[in-house]
Every structure is written in C-alpha cells, then in structure tokens.
C-alpha cells in the first residue's frame, strides 16, 4: 500500500469536518511516542518557544551532568544520545534561529564538560559536525538575530 502525497492529505483533511481530524489526530498520537510528542508541543508549548528552548536546554544540561568520561566509547554514546535528543526537538520546532540555539548549547555544554574531545577523532568530529550544522542554520537566519549567535559562536 502506498503512502499519499502531502498534497493529497491537504486536499482530504480540507474536506473533513473538525470532529474527525479530532479523532483522526488521537489516534496518530496512540501509534508512536514521537508523534505524541509533537502533537504535545504543538498544541501546549509552540506559542511559547523560548520556554521550550530553555526546556530542552535543561534537558541536555541534565545528560551532559551524567556524562560518562572515563571511556571515550562511552563518552561518545553519550553525546550522540544527547544530540538525538536535541535534534528530536529542533525537528519539532522546525526554526534555524532554535536550531542554532540549542546547537549553540551543545557545544558550549561539550566545552565546559571536561571532556577532552580534542585528543579523540571521534569525539572532535562530533564537535565539528555540530558547529558546521550551527553555521549552516546560522545562514539562513536575518542577519539581526545572525549576531548574537555568532559572537558566541566566536567564543568557542
């Protein structure tokens, strides 16, 4: 069976009446954790998206405190759960000024934590990957909001 087309489920949700896309919302939301997650955000906490941001930034604060250094095997299970979580929420958000926000974050955090990711290739690359994703979402930001980021960024 085939999947319709974006095009085609806008057509179809415009013709259904709101009880149904109701109904037909819960049960997307019963299927998959991730789906209720975002049907959680969009619905409680999209108009307040600084909230969110410092939210998630909690979140990552809380796993960079349980960050394993002793082994870089570990360490680098670690951050890529981090950034898994991370990037589950910038996919929610779906803006580059929260993207780089919270990119931002990561490798401020992954600076601060001690872990030496300098002297491991796996480890910098990560780093590395995050800041060239950091750059990118920075361009195609305004160039006011541009600023900020970009000190900060220079800072690293």
Not at 74 to 88: D, F, P, Q, Y
Not at 137 to 146: A, L, P
């Amino acid at each position: 069976m085939k999947a319709a087309t974006i095009q085609e489920l806008k057509a179809e949700l415009q013709e259904t009446n709101p009880a149904t896309i109701r109904q037909l919302c819960l049960q997307l939301a019963k299927f998959k954790k991730e789906n209720k997650e975002l049907l959680s955000y969009l619905l409680f906490q999209s108009h307040n998206e600084s909230d969110y941001i410092i939210q998630v930034q909690q979140l990552m604060a809380d796993e960079f405190l349980e960050l394993p250094k002793p082994t870089v095997y570990l360490t680098k299970k670690s951050l890529r759960k981090i950034l898994r979580i991370a990037n589950k929420h910038i996919k929610y958000m779906g803006t580059k000024q929260s993207e780089a926000q919270v990119l931002l974050y990561f490798c401020q955090q992954l600076k601060n934590s001690g872990v030496a990711y300098h002297k491991y290739p796996v480890l910098n690359n990560i780093y590395l990957q995050q800041i060239k994703k950091l750059k990118k979402s920075i361009e195609g930001m305004h160039e006011d909001e541009q600023y900020d980021i970009i000190k900060a960024l220079e800072l690293l």
